[in-house]
């Protein structure tokens, strides 16, 4: 079960920046025994971005980075941040290789997930082959994309995150942030988790974070759009 929505903050133009590109996500996991929501005692995860996207010259407000893929059997976010038509390539690929298939163990989706970054990846450089003699800034900068996925299986939470360059998926047992503003925004978050180690009151604390990082960064853009995904209350393994 997901829900989504945005933050209604006013929308500020920042400094132009040269790349299509979404500048912060963050993603965490409430453990709490009595989260404070409205279905009762589950464990969720709670992403949460900005919205700015910068193409050019021209800002645009709204840009929801992060998608729900629906597999047969349940669904999951994915949190992008970085050069959107790279992310936005990802995001479409996994929606492919995800429809009618079943979250089969707790590797199925992350497995997915990296077959599709895979599959981008490969594409950029049979494009680009002769072009490019910088492989590692090619990918690193001028094409850089982070992903966080994240998900439910067997009533258990995971959050991974990865990113195009290396394409290793690391486990995320608490909070991660990413993109360029990660930085500030992992700071808070240590700051909110030594302070609420549960993660009680889940979406003020991402929208919070979110908000401070706009505030701060360069190429952040209101509004702060936030979701989370808990265990189906079926217990059916998702």
Known sequence: RLEIGFGTRPIFAKTKQREAK???AIGF???????KLVWGELPVIIMASDSQATYGSTKR???????????????????QAGIVEVGDKVIEIMRRKA???????????????KESLAEVRAHLR????????????????ENFLELMVGYFFDGKPHLWATNISRGIFTRV???EAIGTGKELGHFLLKEFAQAIPNFDYGWPIAVSVIDKVIDNIDGCGSPAWAAHVVPNPKDDGI
């Open 126 to 141: 049979e494009w680009n082959t002769g072009c490019v003699t910088d492989w590692q800034r090619f990918f690193w900068e």
């Open 173 to 175: 047992n608490s909070f």
């Open 22 to 24: 979404v500048t912060i």
């Open 29 to 35: 996991i409430n453990r709490s025994k009595t989260p």
């Open 99 to 113: 429809n009618g298939k079943m979250m089969e163990n707790d590797e199925t989706v992350k497995n997915v997930a």
């Open 61 to 79: 407000q709204n840009q929801n980075k992060i998608s729900v893929i629906d597999f047969k059997n349940g669904s999951i976010l994915v949190a």
